[in-house]
């Protein structure tokens, strides 16, 4: 048999979704694969229903149905202030993960760069890799989160970038990026002439006092910004699978036959009844904020009863908690990249069957105490692996059993 792609071989699973196939098998509570345990908003529901009786049932027009980009045209607007043309400046993908691809296939050519910021979440360094392009990692200060603007700009100005990558509010670190922040982000891709791929899945789930900024609406930035995001996150229906690519017209022009190829479409009947959702207006939203602000508080307020050090999200919701107290020990003489792909410079038998720290302590707590994290390091570029996270996006008893249970963790250390 002839040797399958090289540019996949180095390839691991998703740790994230590893971790709740370990979650399921041991009954541990799965605060380790991001979504909630309560329903969608009722009206949502409902208009299900009615289209599973009534249609439709066949293919939309590739793009996405006429009144499902109309409608989120009209939420972009009221939000960002950016009108995106139905026709010419917005494609409906299926999720944020084909968005995020299609968007990374219609920017890069074979050797181009990536600028990713570290932590980051693990499908971007493999899309990255698809394309075959090569990520240049820009880390975030583990103490506020914030980042270098000489570092920034040095791997920005690096010969072969082509884009950046900016997800905001952030996985895995429930950062939202300052307006100052993103000014500085903006400057240096128009300096360089560099397109900016976001990730804003998380834009309605942002905690006082930090407010969510729409980089495309900064200036020069309308023309090379590409937005991707969901459905997934602000309505709870992760299971759904509908994302959306919005771009000016010359870039959406390429994104549009790259997703035709890729999926052909999103499903119809979920468009349809997602048109809904869409039309919520801005007490929906009030509402989505305090609920998931209810979330945050009571389960990094237990976390922290518990005695454990954590990070304050400031959007998103993930938690990052430090397990530098239990022994687990720190890497060593192993890849220091473990995000969904292995060091390029390490060998086959240097990684094979290789257990980071971090990695076992989520096998024993998933195991002895019945909670399931991710391992930190599935989302550094950097040697980093005394960090966990968690998620807060389930019901107050799912919570208050997950901090019950966390009482036993002393029974990890080493």
């Known amino acids: 048999m002839q040797p399958l792609s090289q540019r996949t071989e180095t ?14 098998a041991c009954g541990a509570i799965n605060l380790s694969q991001g979504f909630p345990d309560f329903d969608p908003p009722e009206a949502l529901t409902k208009r299900l229903s009615e289209v599973a ?41 299926c999720g944020s993960t084909e968005a995020m691809m299609a968007s990374m296939m219609s920017v890069c050519n074979l050797g181009d760069k990536v600028v990713l910021f ?26 506020d989160l914030s980042f270098d603007a000489n570092v920034l700009e040095s791997a920005m100005a690096q010969s072969g970038v082509k884009a950046l990558v900016l997800c905001n509010p952030a996985n895995p670190s429930g950062k939202v990026f300052t307006h100052e922040e993103l000014s500085i ?32 609406t900064l200036p020069g930035m309308f023309e090379r910004t590409i937005e991707c995001s969901s459905l997934s996150k602000t309505y709870s229906i992760t299971g759904w699978r509908l994302g959306y690519v919005l771009a000016a017209e010359s870039v959406m022009e390429r994104i549009k036959k ?17 048109v809904t959702a869409l039309r919520f207006d801005d007490s929906y939203y009030m509402g989505l904020q305090a609920h998931y602000t209810h979330m945050k508080n ?11 050090n954590i990070t304050e999200p400031q959007g998103a919701y993930f938690v990052l908690v430090d397990i530098s107290e239990f022994g687990y020990g720190s890497r060593s003489s192993m890849s220091d990249s473990r995000n969904g792909v292995c060091d390029a410079s390490c060998s086959d038998a240097k990684c094979a069957g290789a257990m980071l720290p971090d990695e076992q302590f989520c096998i024993d707590m998933a195991q002895k105490v019945g909670v399931a994290a991710v391992p930190g390091s599935s989302f550094f570029r950097e040697p980093v692996d005394h ?13 208050y059993e997950a901090l019950n249970r966390l009482e036993s963790l002393s029974k990890l250390k080493r």
């Open 53 to 93: 009786l009534s249609g439709p049932h066949q293919y939309a027009i590739t793009f996405g149905a006429q009144n499902f980009r109309e409608a989120l045209s009209d939420k972009q607007f009221h939000f960002s202030g950016l009108r995106y043309d139905p026709q010419k400046e917005i494609v409906i993908t």
């Open 298 to 308: 009571l389960f990094t307020n237990g976390l922290r009863d518990l005695g454990l």
């Open 11 to 24: 390839f691991t699973d998703s740790v994230i979704r590893r971790m709740t196939r370990i979650a399921n």
């Open 387 to 399: 960090l966990v996270r968690l998620h807060f996006a389930k019901k107050d008893e799912t919570l």
């Open 118 to 143: 570290s932590p980051f979440y693990e499908n971007y360094s493999a899309d990255t890799i698809l394309c075959g392009a090569t990520p240049v990692y820009v880390p975030l200060s583990p103490d």
């Open 185 to 216: 982000i903006a400057s240096l891709a128009v300096k360089y002439d560099l397109y900016v791929i976001t990730d804003e899945v998380y834009e309605h789930i942002v905690y006082a006092p930090h407010r969510h900024t729409y980089i495309a």
């Open 258 to 274: 790259v997703h035709d190829f890729l999926t052909v479409g999103a499903a119809a009947p979920l468009m349809e009844a997602a």
